[in-house]
């Protein structure tokens, strides 16, 4: 009796170990790739406009998350968000949502990254 | 008489029909004793589920904490990270302080794991060539999101006290989620950049910009 209700308690938890390792690893692959193609755009070395789909290929070629969502913010760092003199650099906010194959057939986990970086470049002094 | 020729003869016994009433009462002996047998196998399975289930689900808590905790203290070095390099891009030790609270928190906005952020920014070394350093750090979001959000308000919740200043009141009631909840910290530097002048000296301000 204790096996038949042990059994499937301790594999559950097993499966859930090694699911929270195999999200972790997804989730910090991702979060490299964003932060790199990120700082790329932030220092001008690829169009922010184009930010989004060079995600997308880079995290289908070395990652196995799916249905890949990007979502681009771009603030230019105008007067209106508060900043105290106004010349404050923009900023571009990347948010990546996904999700990962599951160990369990059929199933998937969600992983989901949130960055922002700094645009570069020469500011008139106000 | 040793016990697999009593095993023997009660086998026999049972297998001639004329032994079958003499047996009646051999019968009902085992049967009880198998019977309190299986009384005291039960109770052992009830005993060993009761220490055994709740060990299994202080395993499981632990496993999601120890997942938002890894994931909350990548969250906090990313967003010291960005808000070291914005605070660098500024001009003066004011603008980098708010420059670098604002990208911690839109970096931290959208993370679930994290709960309470905090930003400090040190700018005593603020000059070209200098550096900035951001120090962010916030908590693992609770296994219960209600005791995060009673936290903040400083209510009750299941009749423990909460600390309304300090969300950590809430898991110090335990010391394994107390463990398990300390703070990430995450602290990154960066160099500012040697060519921006805290002030214009001797140029126009338009000059310097461009």
Redesign the interface.
């Known amino acids: 009796?204790?096996a038949v209700?042990?059994l499937p308690?301790?594999l559950v938890?097993c499966t859930?170990?090694l699911q929270?390792a195999l999200?972790?690893h997804a989730?910090?692959s991702s979060?490299t790739i964003v932060?790199q193609e990120l700082l790329r755009a932030a220092h001008g070395a690829i169009p922010v406009g184009e930010l989004g789909d060079v995600l997308i290929r880079r995290l289908e070629q070395q990652t196995d998350i799916g249905a890949i969502h990007v979502d681009i913010r771009v603030d230019d760092g105008a007067v209106s968000?508060?900043?105290?003199?106004g010349?404050?650099?923009g900023?571009v906010?990347v948010?990546v949502s996904g999700s990962v194959p599951g160990l369990v057939p059929l199933t998937r986990a969600p992983v989901?990254v949130?960055?922002?970086?700094?645009i570069?470049g020469?500011?008139?002094?106000? | 008489m040793a016990l697999t020729e009593r095993f023997i003869d009660y086998v026999v016994r049972l297998t001639d029909p004329g032994d079958r009433a003499q047996c009646g009462a051999m019968l009902n002996r085992r049967a009880g004793w198998r019977r309190w047998r299986s009384d005291d196998?039960?109770a052992a399975?009830v005993a060993?589920?009761v220490v055994?289930a709740p060990v299994?689900v202080a395993?499981?808590i632990v496993?999601?904490a120890?997942?938002r905790g890894?994931?909350a203290g990548?969250t906090v070095r990313?967003a010291a990270f960005?808000a070291a390099?914005?605070a660098a891009?500024?001009?003066?030790p004011?603008?980098a302080v708010?420059?670098a609270e604002?990208?911690a928190h839109?970096?931290l906005?959208?993370?679930?794991s994290c709960s309470a952020p905090s930003v400090a920014v040190d700018v005593l070394d603020f000059r070209p060539g200098g550096s900035v350093t951001v120090v962010v750090s916030c908590l693992p979001r609770p296994i219960t999101s209600e005791a995060a959000v009673a936290g903040v308000d400083g209510t009750r919740v299941e009749g423990m006290r909460v600390d309304g200043a300090h969300p950590r009141g809430v898991v110090h009631e335990s010391g394994l989620v107390d463990a398990l909840g300390s703070p990430r910290v995450g602290v990154a530097t960066a160099v500012v950049d040697r060519f921006r002048?805290a002030e214009?000296v001797g140029v126009s301000?338009?000059v310097?910009?461009?």
């Not at chain 1, 020469?122 to 106000?126: D, F, L, V």
């Not at chain 2, 891009?89 to 003066?92: P, V």
């Open positions: 009796m204790s209700l042990l308690l301790v938890l859930m170990g929270a999200w972790n989730t910090a979060r932060r968000d508060g900043d105290a003199s010349t404050s650099p900023h906010t948010d989901r949130v960055e922002a970086a700094p570069e020469w500011r008139p002094w106000p | 196998a039960g399975e060993a589920m055994l299994i395993v499981a496993i999601i120890v997942g890894v994931d990548a990313s960005a390099q914005s891009l500024e001009r003066t004011a603008d708010h420059a604002r990208m839109i970096t906005a959208g993370n679930p002048y214009p301000p338009q310097v910009g461009q």
